[in-house]
């Protein structure tokens, strides 16, 4: 039976965050509602923003060892609960038969196009050199607002205290950082890397001006199973693996 | 890369519970230094409890196909985050090379054995008429304290509200069994079925007394991941699946 692939484990309490959100997501009232899932959680995978950055072993092969398996397994879609990793969205989706949501998409796709919209993006130094969310917002005519090295900084920080389970100061950290954003004219603010959910998620930091790359692509996973039925009694056979 | 299997999505919430303990329990600074995991996430194997008690078709060949993917994946161990699942325990473990950790040993170990405990085994009808909960307390001399008609219909219902995402009257309705569990002179409540560790985990519901399976088995699936390193660098290769 086809089942979403989360290619996860980058962080793994942000793979958990993903599948809390895709599991909060679907309407159901009891476990054969809920649609299938199989997650390659393997933290091991080289860190991607130092790479994109020249600073570190390039990810590539072992990314590319995943959307293998999850392919190999039978995946129906698959997703990429790390914003970073989406710097080799082209390369992983040439070589996978099954289709790639890209999160940067279906986060700005949240964001309603607004002449007077000032979007910032709070991520990696990697994903922000890459540049594919700047060319997202740029495809969306939504005007992209820089952040000083100061907030970036604090965005790093909050990202490295997630991994290592500090939730608390990640937060206070990440409310910091969307208080001076906003009183500096910003008025949306994308949390573009899935750190980032689990801290705003700890308890509501000016919830209303996030855009929750985490909660977007989790949403267009669930969209894309419930459209095609993924949850319906109907695919079930006695052995639901290859 | 050796890693822990995860045979999940009975039911989907239960699981992400169980994740989310295991990257809790996992001391580490960053995502290289956490258990790699891979979950297999299928919430349409047929109803355990339903099948134990002959009322619906059996889960058998679905729960070992499950178990045969995790294996063919390359699980160094494999783990089920449900209770009702271990009614087929003996047949799984036959057909695995991974070996399987089971959640009402690793429940039952928790408690000291003490002459004047008496534990209740909060379940599914299914775990309670499979019976394999009240032989791991009787192998450690442990009184099993049975509870009433009506206090295991509200047990039914509380699952059920859990797997419909309704963990706020879930909670409710597993506060009020703990206490006329204690009333009645029960000293250890074990939660046996994983879904009563997400209502329990929503607002502290007596935890003193709780012994919970969930956080049990990902506690024992951490120290054998941990034990043999599955999280340090040195188990790095490129291809990381197989």
């Known amino acids: 039976m086809p089942f979403i692939g989360v290619l996860g484990g980058?962080?793994?309490a942000a793979t958990v965050d993903f599948l809390d959100k895709i599991v909060q997501l679907t309407p159901a009232k009891c476990d054969q509602e809920h649609l299938p899932w199989i997650v390659s959680g393997i933290p091991q995978i080289f860190d991607r923003s130092?790479?994109?950055l020249g600073d570190g072993p390039n990810p590539f092969s072992q990314l590319a060892?995943?959307?293998d398996?999850?392919?190999?397994a039978g995946a129906g879609v698959i997703v990429i609960p790390c914003n970073s990793s989406h710097h080799w969205y082209d390369q992983l989706l040439t070589r996978s038969r099954a289709p790639i949501l890209h999160i940067a998409e279906t986060a700005v796709y949240?964001?309603?196009p607004c002449s007077h919209q000032r979007v910032a993006i709070l991520a990696t130094r990697g994903t922000m050199?890459?540049?594919?969310?700047?060319?997202?917002?740029?495809?969306?005519?939504?005007?992209?607002a820089s952040i000083s090295t100061i907030l970036q900084d604090r965005v790093d920080r909050c990202i490295s205290l997630v991994k290592a389970a500090e939730i608390d100061e990640a937060a206070d950290i990440l409310s910091n950082v969307a208080q001076m954003s906003v009183a500096q004219g910003v008025t949306n603010i994308i949390l573009a890397c899935t750190e980032l959910s689990v801290a705003a998620s700890f308890h509501g930091v000016l919830p209303a001006v996030f855009v929750n790359s985490s909660?977007?692509?989790?949403?267009?996973?669930?969209?894309y199973g419930l459209e095609r039925k993924?949850?319906?009694?109907?695919?079930?056979?006695?052995?639901?693996l290859p």
Do not use: C
Request: glycine share 8%; proline share 2%.
């Open 230 to 240: 993924w949850n319906h009694l109907g695919n079930l056979t006695r052995d639901i």
């Open 110 to 112: 949240a964001i309603s």
């Open 50 to 52: 130092q790479a994109i």
């Open 65 to 67: 060892s995943g959307v």
């Open 129 to 144: 050199s890459s540049g594919f969310y700047q060319q997202a917002l740029a495809k969306r005519q939504l005007v992209h």
């Open 10 to 12: 980058m962080g793994p």
């Open 69 to 72: 398996f999850l392919n190999r």
């Open 215 to 223: 909660l977007e692509l989790a949403a267009a996973a669930v969209r």
